[in-house]
């Protein structure tokens, strides 16, 4: 679940950053169609769509993963891309709880 959390946050990133090309693969007619697909959509899909794609399945797997500091970051950088300030201030105070040894600064 994190390392699909972190892949939409990255993914957001790039897109924002107008940077997309340099993680992912562009269409392609030597590409199987499904994975031509699925470019497309990372293609055109909104940052809004995004963000939210990233909150929203974090958001669901929240109580799951909160014991993951993978998770809980992946869970923080979701609720910045999403616009959540309250949250996200929520879950930084969990995660300075939580974890000791931390890898992440926020």
């Known amino acids: 679940m994190a390392m699909v959390g972190k892949c939409l946050n990255r993914i957001y990133t790039a897109q924002m950053n107008h940077e997309l090309g ?12 499904e994975y031509n697909y699925l470019l497309r959509l990372l293609q055109n899909v909104r940052l809004t769509e995004l963000s939210a794609l990233s909150y929203y399945f974090l958001k ?47």
């Open 60 to 106: 669901q797997n929240q109580e799951t993963g909160k014991s993951s500091e993978e998770f809980v970051a992946a869970l923080i950088q979701s609720k910045e891309n999403f616009e959540k300030p309250d949250e996200k201030k929520e879950w930084i105070d969990y995660y300075h709880k939580q974890f000791q040894n931390r890898k992440y600064n926020f």
């Open 22 to 33: 340099k993680i992912t693969d562009l269409p392609n007619p030597a590409f199987d169609d």
